[in-house]
Protein backbone atom coordinates (compact mmCIF):
# COMPACT_ATOMS: atom_id res chain seq x y z
CA UNK A 1 0.00 0.00 0.00
CA UNK A 2 1.50 3.55 -1.01
CA UNK A 3 1.60 5.50 2.57
CA UNK A 4 -0.26 8.83 3.60
CA UNK A 5 2.10 11.00 4.11
CA UNK A 6 0.49 14.56 4.98
CA UNK A 7 -3.32 15.38 5.77
CA UNK A 8 -4.41 18.63 5.52
CA UNK A 9 -8.11 19.93 7.09
CA UNK A 10 -10.17 23.27 6.62
CA UNK A 11 -13.33 23.70 8.63
CA UNK A 12 -15.32 25.87 6.29
CA UNK A 13 -18.72 26.20 8.13
CA UNK A 14 -18.81 26.55 12.42
CA UNK A 15 -17.12 29.39 14.50
CA UNK A 16 -15.53 32.08 12.56
CA UNK A 17 -12.09 31.19 14.78
CA UNK A 18 -11.79 27.88 13.24
CA UNK A 19 -12.75 28.69 9.18
CA UNK A 20 -10.22 28.64 6.94
CA UNK A 21 -7.40 27.70 8.57
CA UNK A 22 -5.69 24.78 7.80
CA UNK A 23 -4.52 22.40 9.82
CA UNK A 24 -1.13 20.31 8.16
CA UNK A 25 -0.99 17.00 9.93
CA UNK A 26 2.20 14.95 9.36
CA UNK A 27 4.20 12.03 10.99
CA UNK A 28 3.35 8.77 12.60
CA UNK A 29 -0.38 8.07 13.08
CA UNK A 30 -1.61 10.86 10.89
CA UNK A 31 -5.17 9.20 10.42
CA UNK A 32 -5.58 9.17 14.64
CA UNK A 33 -4.24 13.15 14.62
CA UNK A 34 -6.55 13.85 11.93
CA UNK A 35 -10.10 11.96 13.80
CA UNK A 36 -8.25 13.57 17.08
CA UNK A 37 -8.98 17.13 15.25
CA UNK A 38 -12.02 16.48 13.65
CA UNK A 39 -13.49 15.21 16.85
CA UNK A 40 -12.35 18.38 18.65
CA UNK A 41 -13.85 20.54 15.74
CA UNK A 42 -17.17 18.46 16.01
CA UNK A 43 -17.82 19.61 19.66
CA UNK A 44 -18.86 22.70 18.13
CA UNK A 45 -20.44 21.61 14.93
CA UNK A 46 -24.43 21.63 14.65
CA UNK A 47 -26.79 18.64 16.14
CA UNK A 48 -30.11 17.42 14.52
CA UNK A 49 -29.39 16.84 11.62
CA UNK A 50 -27.34 19.69 10.50
CA UNK A 51 -23.73 19.68 10.27
CA UNK A 52 -20.68 22.01 9.40
CA UNK A 53 -18.99 21.47 6.00
CA UNK A 54 -14.91 20.33 6.25
CA UNK A 55 -12.54 19.60 3.56
CA UNK A 56 -9.51 17.80 3.37
CA UNK A 57 -6.84 16.43 1.62
CA UNK A 58 -4.45 13.39 1.81
CA UNK A 59 -0.89 13.42 0.46
CA UNK A 60 0.46 10.09 -0.77
CA UNK A 61 4.03 9.21 -1.02
CA UNK A 62 4.01 8.84 -4.53
CA UNK A 63 2.73 12.17 -5.17
CA UNK A 64 -0.82 11.64 -5.88
CA UNK A 65 -3.22 12.99 -3.59
CA UNK A 66 -7.33 12.42 -2.41
CA UNK A 67 -9.65 14.94 -1.96
CA UNK A 68 -12.85 15.70 -0.44
CA UNK A 69 -15.17 16.83 1.96
CA UNK A 70 -16.46 16.07 5.21
CA UNK A 71 -19.66 16.65 7.27
CA UNK A 72 -19.04 17.36 10.76
CA UNK A 73 -22.02 16.48 13.32
CA UNK A 74 -22.05 17.59 16.93
CA UNK A 75 -23.80 15.04 17.77
CA UNK A 76 -21.19 11.90 15.96
CA UNK A 77 -17.58 11.05 16.33
CA UNK A 78 -16.41 11.98 12.72
CA UNK A 79 -13.78 8.99 11.16
CA UNK A 80 -11.87 10.19 8.02
CA UNK A 81 -11.01 6.32 7.03
CA UNK A 82 -14.16 5.60 7.29
CA UNK A 83 -15.62 8.27 5.31
CA UNK A 84 -12.94 8.25 2.43
CA UNK A 85 -12.97 4.34 2.53
CA UNK A 86 -17.02 4.48 2.20
CA UNK A 87 -17.37 7.03 -0.47
CA UNK A 88 -14.79 4.43 -2.74
CA UNK A 89 -16.18 1.56 -1.97
CA UNK A 90 -19.43 3.27 -2.92
CA UNK A 91 -18.37 4.40 -6.27
CA UNK A 92 -16.65 1.65 -7.23
CA UNK A 93 -19.27 -0.43 -6.53
CA UNK A 94 -18.93 -2.41 -3.82
CA UNK A 95 -20.76 -1.29 -0.99
CA UNK A 96 -24.84 -0.84 -1.20
CA UNK A 97 -25.77 1.26 1.46
CA UNK A 98 -28.67 0.01 3.85
CA UNK A 99 -30.78 3.40 3.16
CA UNK A 100 -30.74 1.93 -1.00
CA UNK A 101 -32.13 -0.68 -2.75
CA UNK A 102 -29.95 -2.92 -5.15
CA UNK A 103 -31.44 -1.88 -8.28
CA UNK A 104 -31.33 1.67 -7.23
CA UNK A 105 -27.74 1.71 -6.01
CA UNK A 106 -27.10 -0.54 -9.58
CA UNK A 107 -28.84 2.97 -11.45
CA UNK A 108 -26.90 5.16 -9.53
CA UNK A 109 -23.91 3.76 -10.66
CA UNK A 110 -24.71 3.29 -14.07
CA UNK A 111 -26.02 7.02 -14.80
CA UNK A 112 -23.87 9.07 -12.33
CA UNK A 113 -20.59 7.18 -11.77
CA UNK A 114 -18.49 7.97 -15.41
CA UNK A 115 -16.48 4.04 -15.57
CA UNK A 116 -12.93 6.11 -15.46
CA UNK A 117 -13.68 7.45 -12.22
CA UNK A 118 -15.07 3.73 -10.80
CA UNK A 119 -11.76 2.32 -12.15
CA UNK A 120 -10.32 5.59 -9.93
CA UNK A 121 -12.16 4.89 -6.92
CA UNK A 122 -11.34 1.04 -7.69
CA UNK A 123 -7.27 1.81 -7.95
CA UNK A 124 -7.47 4.33 -4.53
CA UNK A 125 -8.87 1.34 -2.59
CA UNK A 126 -6.22 -0.95 -3.96
CA UNK A 127 -3.21 0.65 -4.00
CA UNK A 128 -3.71 3.61 -1.37
CA UNK A 129 -3.41 3.42 2.33
CA UNK A 130 -6.77 4.81 3.83
CA UNK A 131 -6.08 4.26 7.62
CA UNK A 132 -5.88 1.45 9.54
CA UNK A 133 -7.53 -1.30 7.67
CA UNK A 134 -10.93 -2.86 9.34
CA UNK A 135 -10.26 -6.32 10.45
CA UNK A 136 -12.83 -8.80 8.96
CA UNK A 137 -14.20 -11.64 10.65
CA UNK A 138 -17.15 -12.98 8.00
CA UNK A 139 -16.73 -12.54 4.32
CA UNK A 140 -20.45 -11.63 4.51
CA UNK A 141 -20.48 -8.38 7.58
CA UNK A 142 -19.32 -5.14 5.77
CA UNK A 143 -16.46 -3.47 6.93
CA UNK A 144 -18.49 -0.64 8.32
CA UNK A 145 -20.54 -3.37 10.46
CA UNK A 146 -16.86 -4.04 11.80
CA UNK A 147 -15.87 -0.58 12.51
CA UNK A 148 -19.15 -0.03 14.39
CA UNK A 149 -20.90 2.76 11.83
CA UNK A 150 -24.05 1.18 11.31
Known sequence: M???????????????????????????????????????????????????????KVFYADGNTYEGRLELHGDETPNLQNHMRSYCQ????????PHMTEKRYKSYLADIVRPEAKAAYEEMLAKYEIGPQPKMNNAHTSWLEQMGAM
Open 2 to 56: IEATKIEIQRWEGLIEECEKTHTLTGENIWKQANELLSRMARTAPVGGSYDKTGF
Open 90 to 97: FHAGQYCP
